[in-house]
């Protein structure tokens, strides 16, 4: 099971996407739901995004090493930037887990509310 979840650098979740196989790929999800997110945002993605490009955003993703070649200066310190974003995504995701708040069905029965 997989879901796409875009949060912010305070780990905070703004979407869940729907539940699908673990084996479709995440562009293809992210393709089949699209995001409607305000014009003149970064979005920052994992290479499983590669060629998803939302409209009026910008996307920032880490570079790729040229066969044979090295990265540049430049490049490298871009993907550290990268990078130290992802940590924080992770954890958001790590606390969606922890919490097992996809997996498992909300019971508020104080407040006589099940979803």
Do not use: W, Y
Request: proline share 6%.
């Amino acid at each position: 099971m997989k879901n796409n979840l875009p949060c912010t650098p305070q780990k905070r979740i703004l979407r869940l996407s729907k539940t699908c196989d673990g084996s479709v790929h995440d562009k293809k999800t992210a393709d089949k739901q699209p995001l409607s997110l305000p014009s003149g945002i970064i979005l920052r993605q994992d290479t499983g995004f590669m060629g998803h490009k939302p409209e009026n955003v910008t996307v920032r993703m880490p570079a790729k090493k040229p066969e044979g070649k090295q990265l540049s200066d430049a490049q490298k310190e871009e993907n550290k930037k990268i990078s130290g974003f992802r940590i924080l995504v992770k954890h958001a995701i790590g606390g969606v887990k922890k919490c097992r708040i996809v997996k498992e069905r909300f019971r508020c029965r104080k407040f006589g509310l099940t979803i």
